[in-house]
């Protein structure tokens, strides 16, 4: 049988929202909180950092229905991965989702900020990988956050290595806000348009 593609009108739509943000979308009595929304405890180790950003489309306007999720290692370097042969740190869940507000279109995760991940012979540099799905993104894009402060580590990162235009390096470095604090907008198309990757 042929394979059918996607069509324009397939797109996630609003059942993505109602999913898998229910409290977010009105819908109180699945979960006493929407899964990912806390990423930390009290007792988490690490550096506690703040990440937020807007999401823009092609024409510079802010992306209102979208979702965002992160993945990222602890502040070992470690994700928490079910069959982890490491002990990941204690509290730390390594997995958010959030609707971006419906108002303002920002986005935002409280978290602590994660170590260099072992990868072959060397390490990646400290990153958050981010996965954004809306109306009109069926296939979710994958994107990754890195650390302004890291630069001697983004040198020998493997993933970054493989960015043919190293100018565009630049669309996956956060900005540094107050102490703590990151802002990373995400350009969905256009000069400014993020690096996304294929997963």
Sequence with gaps: MEKLCETASQTAGPYVHIGCVPNFSGISDV???DLGSIMITDKTPGDRITIAGKIF???SSVVKDAMVEIWQADSKGIY??????STPDQG?????RRAVDPESGEWR??????GRVAHGNGFMAPHITMWIVARGINIGLH?????PEEAVAHATDPVLARIEH?????TLIALPKASGS???NIHLQGPKETVFFDV
Aim: avoid cysteine.
């Design 31 to 33: 979960y006493a909180q």
């Design 57 to 59: 489309d092609g024409v």
């Design 80 to 85: 928490p991965a079910p069959g982890s042969s």
């Design 92 to 96: 730390f869940t390594g997995w958010g």
């Design 109 to 114: 995760f409280d978290t602590i900020k994660p």
């Design 143 to 147: 994107t990754r956050l890195y650390f």
């Design 166 to 170: 190293k100018d565009r390096v630049q």
């Design 182 to 184: 990151y802002r990373f």
